[in-house]
C-alpha cells in the first residue's frame, strides 16, 4: 500500500433494520452514522490531505472506499444477510441490497421498462440503461471489446464472461494437457 492511504478494519456488524423498504434505508443509514459516526470525522480529514482512506474487511482483506461499502460487503457477503424484503404482498423475495429489492419491484411487478433501443425494426425494451447500451453494443454494433490476453491467441469477445471461459476452456486445458504430457516423458 502507497504512503498516501490509510486502512481501517471493520468487523461485521448487524444493524437491527425491519419494516418497509424507505424505513429500513433511513434505519440503516441511521445505524450506519450512530455506530460507525467516530470513524467519518479523522476519515475526511484524511481526505483533504490528499491520503486515499480505505477500509478493510477483516474477513477477507478486501479493501473499500467508504465504510458503508465495507459495512455492506460484510452484511451481503460473509454474513449473507436479505434485510430488504420485496414490497409485493404475495412475493416472499429477499434482498441483501435495497437497490436490488427496489430494481426487482420495479422489473418484475411493475414490469418498467422505461428504456427503449432506437434501431429500426428493434422492439425490445430494458430497465436499465446499462443494459441498453450493452444489447447496442453487442446486437446492433458488432462490437467486441473483450480481447483474449493469450499472447499468440487474437480473439475477441462481446462479454467479459464470454471470455473468461474461452480461457479457461482453451488456454488452460491446452496447458493442463502439455504439462500432463511432460510428466509422462
Not at 425494426?121 to 483474449?148: A, I
Request: aromatic share 8%.
Amino acid at each position: 500500500m502507497g504512503s498516501n492511504s490509510a486502512t481501517y478494519a471493520f468487523a461485521a456488524c448487524t444493524p437491527n433494520v425491519t419494516g418497509g423498504l424507505s424505513s429500513q434505508l433511513s434505519e440503516s443509514v441511521a445505524h450506519t452514522k450512530r455506530t460507525h459516526a467516530p470513524l467519518f470525522p479523522s476519515v475526511m480529514k484524511r481526505k483533504r490531505s490528499g491520503i486515499v482512506p480505505l477500509f478493510e474487511c477483516e474477513q477477507c482483506r478486501k479493501r473499500f472506499a467508504s465504510a458503508a461499502n465495507a459495512l455492506r460487503h460484510i452484511s451481503c457477503i460473509h454474513k449473507k444477510l436479505r434485510l430488504f424484503k420485496c414490497p409485493e404482498i404475495k412475493c416472499r423475495q429477499t434482498f441483501s441490497r435495497l437497490d436490488n429489492a427496489m430494481y426487482h419491484y420495479r422489473t418484475v411487478h411493475l414490469r418498467i421498462m422505461p428504456f427503449d433501443c432506437k434501431e429500426q425494426g428493434c422492439n425490445l425494451r430494458f430497465s436499465v440503461r446499462g443494459n441498453l447500451k450493452k444489447h447496442v453494443n453487442e446486437v446492433h454494433k458488432g462490437l467486441r471489446p473483450f480481447r483474449c490476453g493469450v499472447s499468440s491467441c487474437y480473439k475477441r469477445f462481446k462479454r467479459k464472461e464470454h471470455r473468461a471461459i474461452h480461457i479457461r476452456l482453451v488456454h488452460w486445458k491446452r496447458a493442463r494437457t502439455s504439462e500432463s504430457r511432460s510428466r509422462k516423458n
